[in-house]
């Protein structure tokens, strides 16, 4: 009786020790899972802070990978040391699993209808912030490691840089005084997006021109603003020694450039830097069941840049005055080289739908009649009036869901560029029709 009551101890205890041993090595297999998930989950915010870092499907699967191996492995460490029975962790695991497999299929429902999702998405199927964070591009131009095509589902061309990373031919000084330069300033409009370079409204503005003594050198370039246009004048244009520069801006240089990057005060020694983003924009680009949340709930997405209406106002309140600081700047530059400034306003096609800008630019216009190197031009009347675009026409001069012109649109911006030069600068013409009677 005695041995077998010392028999029944040792199983006891030997089931015991490996009941412990077991609850052990389940604890360290979680604990390690966690551990390692978490890790996973501080590398996406770690990558996403990157100058832009895309955010595509692949980094999404990873993202939800590390936070559902990081649930998991925390309730089952929970369920681990509260010794809970085998059956009931059972129930446990499996109601986390359905929560999770629920939460995959309404993020990829959202995906697949595109519900939140970002303009900038749209382009290359990544989501990139649009708050700019450190970066050493401070000319704005397109550089070597750049995607040699400009594609989109509608289009695709070259985009290929010059001898100073702009789409067009190599840049040289002005050769003498015969020769007659000018340079256009811009975003992706005077860059050509969504045309080949050849059908760029600087471009055709030269044709229009019929003069090999006229050269136009094109400093547009996709997402850049008055800003950049001031770096890249005093840097590389003005040492061309230009005639005119066509310097040309829109609603958007405001509410959304400007609006994210700030003004001058956006570059720094070496590099420049917008304004900052919120902390928890890294969930919204990888989930679009947080973007969800934070429109409904919040009202902020990325189309406002996840401001508050109040927030808004009061940015677009400094910003006016940091947007004339920068025209000043340009000004600065035109009288040291005896340049002229010809600015011009661009709609969008929605503007032109409406016939009215998105933006009222009443408080730069009045202070810029007052300085005598700039003179000005509106293409919207041009648009629609001379040339008869409205809602029912505009769809033939722009991509429908990329919101770039097409070839067709380029051709009649070039238009209105030289019907522009013409309203401002009626002398030069004159004297580029006596040079051609002449010849």
Not at 162 to 190: A, C, E, H, W
Not at 304 to 312: A, C, D, G, P, S
Not at 363 to 391: C, H, Q, W
């Amino acid at each position: 009786m005695f041995v077998h009551c010392i028999n029944n101890t040792k199983s006891n205890n030997k089931s015991f020790y490996l009941s412990t041993l077991k609850r052990q090595y389940r604890f360290l297999v979680a604990l390690t899972a966690l551990l390692l998930s978490l890790a996973g989950v501080f590398f996406t915010w770690y990558y996403f802070q990157r100058p832009f870092a895309p955010v595509g499907i692949l980094d999404c699967c990873f993202f939800y990978g590390y936070i559902s191996i990081s649930v998991i492995s925390s309730l089952y460490l929970l369920v681990v040391v509260l010794q809970i029975e085998s059956a009931q962790q059972k129930n446990v695991l499996f109601s986390i699993c359905i929560f999770f497999v629920s939460l995959f299929i309404a993020e990829t429902a959202l995906r697949v209808f595109h519900i939140n999702r970002a303009y900038i998405e749209s382009r290359g199927g990544k989501y990139l912030s649009p708050y700019p964070k450190h970066n050493t591009d401070t000319l704005f131009i397109i550089r070597a490691q750049y995607p040699k095509m400009n594609t989109t589902e509608e289009f695709s061309y070259p985009r290929i840089p010059n001898n100073v990373g702009f789409r067009d031919l190599d840049f040289s000084p002005k050769r003498d005084s015969l020769q007659f330069l000018i340079q256009t300033f811009g975003d992706s409009f005077t860059e050509g997006d969504g045309a080949p370079a050849d059908s760029a409204y600087p471009a055709t503005l030269k044709r229009l021109m019929r003069s090999d003594n006229i050269v136009i050198q094109n400093f547009g370039i996709m997402g850049s603003d008055p800003a950049f246009y001031w770096m890249q004048m005093k840097e590389i244009g003005a040492k061309l020694h230009p005639d005119i520069a066509v310097v040309m801006y829109c609603s958007l240089d405001l509410t959304t450039d400007f609006f994210t990057r700030g003004g001058l005060e956006r570059f720094k020694n070496g590099y420049y830097s917008g304004f900052d983003p919120p902390i928890w924009e890294w969930l919204y680009g990888y989930s679009y069941l947080f973007r969800l949340f934070a429109n409904s709930v919040f009202d902020v997405s990325y189309n406002n840049f996840f401001l508050t209406q109040t927030e808004r106002q009061k940015r677009f309140s400094e910003l006016e005055l940091k947007w004339n600081e920068t025209f000043h700047a340009i000004e600065n530059i035109a009288r040291k080289h005896n340049l002229k400034v010809l600015l011009i306003k661009k709609p969008e096609r929605s503007e032109i739908d409406l016939n009215g800008y998105n933006y009222d630019f009443t408080f730069f216009e009045k202070m810029a009649d007052t300085i005598s190197v700039f003179k000005r031009y509106d293409l919207l009347p041009f648009y629609r009036d001379s040339m008869g675009i409205n809602n029912t026409s505009s769809a033939n001069y722009y991509w429908p869901k990329d919101g770039h012109h097409n070839s067709t649109g380029y051709a009649v911006m070039a238009q209105g560029v030289y019907a522009g030069l013409k309203h401002a600068y009626p002398e030069i013409f004159s004297k580029l029709d006596s040079a051609k009677a002449k010849e």
